[in-house]
């Protein structure tokens, strides 16, 4: 059975005081829930990891980076490595945000060397990837989401997906109160998974978990996570509120 998730994406929201009370609420608010199968995993900024993380130590609760750089040290003025993410106490890491690929111009080639990295370094890479608006009006979505997924991810071999998590994130669906449907968010994952079939072997493509991201709530959450191949879900603005994050691992 595949692993369901369900990771908050705090993006550059909530400093230390606002990282301290909300990591404690979440994990009171699922301290008896039977996450039956069910991972729960927050990312706050960087510099709030190490006291989040230890905050979290013990509990149902995991955390991970929303960002890293694919070198180990060296003149990379505001940017932090892998080594460094462990050393606060996260062996998880995101990868690929539209928000990084759209204002901080990453690139499908820069994420492959990220992704190495992260594995070299025994982190687990919730990689994210998506089309714009456009290529969706177009019906390209399906050739934006392979070339994505060929550029950064299918270079590694079929054993190094056992610490990928992949989340489909349709842009215009992120932060803008627009969701794909569950049938969209079906359909698309449906072909990620043909199209890791095809690379690699069946036994792969069904064991990694695909994550749905793009304004889900607690509203929409039980329907989309219902699809067969929808795993859970990135959350973004949700996750800000204990209660809506609450009642999305809920519906899961
Ligand atoms: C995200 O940032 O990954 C995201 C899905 O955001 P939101 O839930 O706010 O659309």
């Known amino acids: 059975m595949r692993t ?10 909530n400093d230390l005081k606002e990282s301290k009370s909300l990591t404690k609420k979440i994990i009171k608010s699922i301290k008896k829930t039977a996450l039956k199968n069910t991972r729960v995993i927050i990312a706050p900024t960087f510099v709030n990891i190490e006291r989040v993380a ?4 013990g509990t149902k609760v995991e955390v ?11 003149a990379f003025t505001g940017e932090v490595s892998a080594e460094m993410i462990k050393a606060v106490g996260s062996k998880i890491v995101i990868l690929g945000h539209s928000e990084r690929r759209q204002y901080f111009g990453e690139t499908d080639e820069m994420l492959a060397k990220k992704v ?5 370094n025994k982190m687990e890479v919730i990689f994210c990837f998506g089309e714009v608006l456009d290529e969706r009006k177009a019906n390209n979505h ?3 989401v392979e070339s994505q997924l060929k550029n950064a991810l299918f270079h590694l071999e079929a054993k190094d997906f056992k610490n990928i998590i992949l989340a ?16 969209q968010a079906q359909e698309i994952h449906a072909f990620i998974r043909k199209i890791l079939t095809d690379k690699y072997d ?3 493509a069904e064991s990694i978990s695909i994550l749905y991201g793009g304004s889900v709530k607690p509203a929409n959450a039980k329907e989309i996570f219902s699809k067969q191949d929808v795993d859970g879900g990135l959350i973004g603005g949700a996750a800000l ?7 999305i691992i809920d519906a899961i």
């Open 64 to 74: 991970a980076a929303q960002n890293m750089h694919f070198e180990k040290s060296g």
């Open 54 to 57: 230890k905050k979290a130590k």
């Open 116 to 120: 190495n990295t992260a594995l070299a």
């Open 142 to 144: 399906f050739k934006v």
């Open 168 to 183: 489909y994130e349709p842009v215009w669906a992120i932060g803008t109160g627009e969701t794909a449907s569950p049938e």
């Open 4 to 13: 369901k998730i369900v990771a908050g994406n705090w993006k550059m929201n």
């Open 202 to 204: 069946e036994a792969t």
């Open 241 to 247: 509120n204990k209660d809506d994050f609450k009642a």
